[in-house]
């Protein structure tokens, strides 16, 4: 993928929960983090591994040296593990991934099973005299169904290798189960799992417009009690900076990309809304100045988090036994934005035809739209002000089931927001672009059992906050001497649920970044850079007992601290097993609705 480069003089853009048992890592105040080597130029993020429960686990290993030099998608098979059972309290996806010294674009990178995706993230870029290597992992408890049965799967990471392009990836993938015991049961995962990929191999769709759509055609089992959809949207190409572009109309005056700046996923069912989900801001490897992210790259850079959509006040219409197309598109899309989704659905296991009704949706008639203010002048070609672009929604979507337990009521209530202000300084010397940007979602779910039921009320706020600048210093032949670039970035996910007014559970996850470079060129190509530093800070805890907290610093390349405990109790991080300390998404144990 390009970095931003205003390096001309026009400045273009180039290329409860079961028993609770802790899965701890005490360490004294201020000690460095295990597992990192200060004075590294190897990756180094803050980010917390996947809990894992008390007992043996298994191992079923995907590939192992796999090297990827081109275009073509790598395929292997899978099988479920022998000596673990059939019931896993938790099965952890875990990939490693290098790339040899030299010089390589960042590159997306997605593993896939029986056409699902059970990855998506992108690579680090490496240099002349850096190899780096990193190791991923998600929780993939939810695809328990799928992982019953044996799989074909394949490994999607395009790359080019040739003279210019040395760097050659290699990766390696497993998954590891752990059998349901009494310390850590079994959860209430989904029954089943329909992908929505391009096809039944796996992969992403592009959508290049915002009206296009990835679009499935589904036929669902008649007694769907439950259903989400976790959703991925990456900007790729045209796409890459989104959140940099402004409308048409301003696009050359201020030298930007066009299309505009709002873009968000719109989720329907037979081309009626039923769902939204927020864009978040990925920033690759290579992007803006490649020398911001080494060795730390920027949030979930190298393992995206999908967004889950509640999409249960629509069960009695997806299992009426008749087909419904499900579709994914993106409000904005202008180039390339790379989709994926996973339907996940809970059966009544009581009851082989569960009937209901969907009996409220005010995102009909409320297309998504933003609003533009335009306060950019040009006054003798010296131009400055401001493009804002705000958007938001409040909508309400609910239904009902009749289920072998009882009647279950859902009630969606969501306000999904929007704004992005960008700032322009352009002179024949300078040329410099400020954003500032930030998506929010509120999100309450009333779920009720019964006529006298308690109400189950769960609570989600999300924020993703962007603040970011570059720019360019031109001399008097208007070639570019310096751009300066920094970039602040942040995930914030706050959740609750409660039984009638009695709080059962809260969980808050943060994590943000702060990078800054400076690369300066000479004869118009970049010469060096100066003055990288970075810090990144995540936090994690829940009011059963975990905590986790991690802080890493960077200079010139370098990893310069890494503390763990910052803000737990006697600096000790702590998970318990079963919660997910990412902020990935959690409705099989503790959000969900079911399980109090």
């Avoid at 490649?290 to 999908?306: H, I, K, S």
């Avoid at 400055?384 to 009630?411: E, L, M, P, Q």
């Avoid at 609570?459 to 310096?482: I, K, Q």
């Amino acid at each position: 993928m390009a970095f931003i480069n205003v390096s001309g003089r026009k400045g273009l853009w180039a290329g409860l929960f079961g028993s609770i048992a802790m899965c701890s890592a005490p360490v004294g105040l201020a000690a460095t983090s295990p597992g990192f080597n200060v004075g590294s130029a190897n990756v180094a993020i803050a980010d917390p591994s996947v809990p894992r429960p008390p007992g043996k686990a298994c191992t079923v290993e995907l590939f192992n040296g796999f090297t990827f030099r081109d275009f073509s998608n790598h395929p292997y098979t899978y099988a479920p593990p022998t000596g673990c059972g059939t019931s896993w309290s938790k099965v952890v996806l875990e990939a490693d991934f290098a790339v040899t010294a030299g010089r390589q674009f960042d590159r997306t990178a997605s593993l896939w099973l029986g056409g699902a995706n059970i990855y998506f993230g992108t690579t680090q870029e490496p240099s002349a005299a850096v190899s780096p290597s990193w190791h991923v992992e998600r929780d993939v408890s939810d695809f328990a169904s799928l992982l019953s049965q044996p799989q074909t799967g394949q490994a999607i990471l395009g790359n080019i290798v040739d003279n210019t392009y040395t760097g050659i990836i290699s990766g390696s993938a497993r998954l590891v189960f752990y059998p349901a015991n009494i310390l850590a049961p079994k959860p209430d995962a989904p029954d089943a799992v329909f992908p929505l990929s391009d096809g039944t191999a796996g992969g992403t769709v592009a959508l290049n417009t915002g009206s296009d759509v990835l679009s499935r055609t589904l036929t669902l089992p008649t007694n769907v009690e439950r259903a989400y959809l976790d959703v991925f949207a990456q900007g790729q190409g045209g796409d890459e900076f989104w959140y940099t572009c402004v409308p048409d109309a301003q696009a050359n005056q201020v030298q930007s990309c066009g299309g505009g700046a709002y873009r968000e996923v719109q989720v329907s069912i037979d081309g009626q809304p039923a769902g939204v989900a927020p864009v978040y801001p990925w920033i690759f490897t290579g992007g803006i100045d490649p020398y911001m992210w080494r060795p730390t790259p920027g949030v979930q850079t190298l393992n995206f988090l999908p967004y889950r959509v509640d999409l249960t006040p629509f069960a009695s219409l997806l299992n009426d036994g008749k087909p419904h197309a499900l579709a994914i598109g993106v409000t904005g899309a202008n180039g390339n934005f790379a989709v994926t989704g996973n339907l996940f659905v809970h059966l009544d296991h009581g009851r082989k035809v569960v009937s209901g009704a969907v009996t409220t949706n005010t995102l009909q008639g409320q297309p998504a739209a933003a609003t533009v203010d335009n306060q950019v002048t040009d006054t003798g070609g010296v131009i400055g002000g401001s493009i804002a672009t705000h958007a938001s929604r409040r909508f309400r979507v609910a239904g009902y089931v009749d289920t072998s337990h009882g009647r279950i009521v859902t009630d969606v209530n969501q306000t999904v927001s929007f704004r992005n202000t960008q700032t322009f300084a352009i002179d024949p010397a300078h040329y410099q672009q400020g954003i500032d940007q930030l998506t929010t979602v509120d999100s309450t779910t009333r779920t009720r059992q019964g006529l006298l039921g308690i109400a189950v009320t769960t609570e989600t706020h999300v924020d993703y906050p962007l603040v970011a600048s570059f720019g360019n210093t031109f001399d008097a032949a208007g070639n570019t001497l310096s751009a300066p670039s920094s970039v602040t970035q942040g995930f914030s996910r706050q959740f609750s649920k409660r039984l009638g007014n009695l709080l059962i559970y809260r969980s808050d996850v943060d994590n943000s970044i702060d990078t800054a470079d400076t690369l300066t060129y000479a004869n118009g190509a970049v010469s060096g850079h100066t003055g990288q530093r970075s810090a990144q800070q995540f936090r994690s805890r829940d009011n059963l007992g975990s905590c986790y907290g991690r802080d890493v610093s960077t200079a010139a390349g370098l990893l310069t601290a890494a503390t763990d405990g910052g803000d737990c109790p006697l600096a000790w991080n702590r998970l318990s097993w079963f919660t997910h300390p990412d902020g990935s998404p959690d409705t099989s144990r503790t959000e969900n609705p079911g399980i109090f």
